[in-house]
């Protein structure tokens, strides 16, 4: 085995332990297992405890594993808001269901919406992206008769498969509105039934209350329709 190939896979074989560590052997000395826990919650990470043992086994530290907990289940506790479920799910990112019965519920409101509506959008680019190839295979001078007879009925699926994309975001999109209408109405229920406020911030409040009351029986009728062709912006022109 010549040099070159040795050092090439002397790097990969670094590149692949160093994937596979979870902690830095600094990180084991220093011991601060509940600022490791307080950071592994806070980025929504499963509980680590038992393979940061393993692994700082070899440099003969064990893991406080309460000190740990403890850090986790803090860290946790900013991860798993609603806020913070929208961000999650609008960027595609997989949930491992980490967060305590408390709080999961917080975060799937703001989670389970936005990443269907976030994969209905991928999924209508995706189709947008394999019609505009076909139709550009299609624009190809001389094409073969077989060849474009072949593309002009992949052309076909692909425009439905559009269509039927298309159709789920819009779906998607009104989930995703009336979630927030729902979220709002509530809200301002609750500062209506809290009270002191003055008879005009009430009136303005109840006014605002009733006209999203009206947009949301809207909306919940046109999901018992089938192919509606209204769009958000149609909805936020209309409320």
């Not at 505009?132 to 077989?146: F, P």
């Not at 509105?177 to 005009?200: M, V, Y």
């Not at 999203?212 to 509606?228: G, P, V, W, Y």
Request: with cysteine.
């Amino acid at each position: 085995m010549n040099l070159l190939v040795r050092l090439t896979l002397g790097l990969f074989s670094l590149i692949l332990v160093s994937a596979c560590t979870a902690i830095s052997e600094e990180e084991c000395r220093l011991g601060d297992w509940y600022q490791v826990g307080l950071q592994d919650g806070q980025a929504g990470k499963k509980n680590y405890a038992a393979t940061y043992n393993k692994e700082c086994g070899e440099y003969k530290v064990k893991v406080d594993r309460t000190l740990y907990n403890e850090g986790r289940a803090e860290g946790l506790k900013s991860f798993c808001t609603y806020e913070n479920g929208v961000v999650q799910g609008s960027s595609l990112n997989g949930y491992s269901r980490v967060c305590p019965a408390s709080l999961s519920k917080a975060f799937l409101d703001g989670y389970t919406p936005h990443y269907n509506l976030a994969k209905a959008k991928r999924a209508v680019g995706d189709a947008e992206s394999k019609l505009a190839d076909i139709k550009s295979q299609l624009g190809e001078e001389n094409l073969e008769k077989d060849k474009k007879k072949n593309l002009k009925s992949q052309l076909k699926s692909a425009t439905a498969r559009l269509e039927r994309a298309q159709s789920e975001m819009r779906k998607q999109e009104m989930t995703v509105e009336l979630h927030k209408t729902n979220r709002e109405i509530e809200h301002i229920q609750a500062q209506l039934d809290a009270g002191d406020l003055s008879s005009t911030r009430t009136q303005q409040l109840a006014k605002r209350r009733d006209k999203l009351i009206e947009k949301r029986d809207f909306i919940e009728k046109l999901n018992q329709a089938s192919n509606t062709i209204i769009t958000i912006k149609d909805l936020a022109d209309m409320f």
